[in-house]
């Protein structure tokens, strides 16, 4: 019985369904840790600092999150490409992508840099930031982390997630490390930002270290780079609809401190953070499925993580809304009528965007990039919509609502003339059966 079970045991592990179950669960563990450490940070800066203070951190981090589309456009291009380099052994080639990307982005990003710098009275202005010294560091902490996702996407593309994972887990404990006794010395929110910018740096070390031990072992491969024009139309394409999303997910955020104001202004902020919390149950699945997507069309790999992202935000959203109380005294250690019925409402609000940031990645992966830049009118219509409503918390959250199922709508629709056209005959099979002795030697 024994033998038979591990001989059953060992056909599966050959299957690919095993390889994607087990880096579904490594993704999953990790990003819960790391969704812990955040939730904890979020906890302790949300009692430790006064309630509008914090509701103006939560907006500056929010703009933090558009201000990181471009590096996250790098992730998603740097994941495609060295997945395909990766399905074809190919490890010099993909290193050389490392390099490339690497000695492009930093002029850039020290140009958009300055920029961002000099705006930075008027938009202290224009958003009402509480000190042009915080948006500056917003800047810094944007150009920083383009090294991130350079380095993030190659170990995702790689299918090395287990360095990926700990990148994450050592930038999210040193940030919430040396946020907390910042605030308790009277860092303010600049001492905040300058923690989160050091959490930054450390994980972006942690990330490279793989690699820089991977490129002293490995001889440079003398195979072409991808056509530039074919990165760079898909990267400006994933960046517009990646910008779309992001504005979609963050406006709100962004916009609050414009929009409202007083106990209006604290309630929202908080609850909307506790309620995005479901927004993020996805993103574990949405990594693990790219790089397989990139190389095979099944529909299995988008239907799966689908119908399970579904299931899991409906019970937590259900949750939340049964016992709305219960994380506003975990996390805050506050609760209120005006706090539980907005986070009633937000939870629902989020469960689109949480299929959206599933959908979406899946569409990057399988060369159908431009089917996402349908994304853009949506968002727009969203923004004008949000303009238009936002007297008060509710009418903003509906806006939510409305755009995040518009969005869905459009982007499943295009999603499902994809999966319905037939696929073309394989051209090598799997790649977990199709390592490189270089991955086996360097698996993590």
Known sequence: MRTLFLNLFQRFRRHEAYHFAYDSFVLMAGHGASAFLVVLFHALVGRLMGEVEYALLVALLALLNVLSVPANVISTTMARYVAETVHRADPGTWLQLVRRAITLMTPVGLLALAGWCA????????LKSPSAASLALIGVIAFVSLYGPILGGALTGSRRFGWSVA????????????AVPVVLLGGGITGVLGAVTAGTVIGILIAGWPLRALARSTAPERAPLPDARAVSGYFWTVLCSQ???????????????????GEALAAYGKAAQLSRAVFFL??????????RAVTSGNPRLLLGPALFTLTVCVAAAAGMTLWPALPLRLIYGISG???????????????????????????????????????????????LLLQGFHRTPQQMIVCLLIGGLAALAVLG????????????????????RQKSDFLSAHET
Not at 167 to 178: C, T, V
Not at 282 to 291: K, T, V, Y
């Open 119 to 126: 705006a930075t009275p008027w938009l202290r202005v224009a």
């Open 167 to 178: 990148a994450g887990l050592s930038a999210a404990g040193s940030r919430l490390a040396l």
């Open 243 to 261: 910008t779309a999303l992001f504005l979609l997910i963050n406006a709100d955020m962004i916009l609050l401190p414009r929009f409202l104001d």
């Open 282 to 291: 996805p993103l574990p699945m949405a990594i693990a499925m790219f790089p």
């Open 337 to 383: 009528p005006a706090y539980e019925l907005l986070i009633r409402l937000y939870v629902w609000a989020v469960i689109p965007l949480a299929l959206i940031n599933l959908i979406l990645p899946y569409l990057w992966a399988r060369h159908a990039a431009r089917r996402t830049l349908w994304l853009i009118p949506v968002t727009l219509g969203y923004l």
């Open 413 to 432: 629709y295009l999603t499902a003339g994809l999966l319905s056209a037939p696929r073309p005959a394989s051209t090598g099979g799997r790649p977990d």
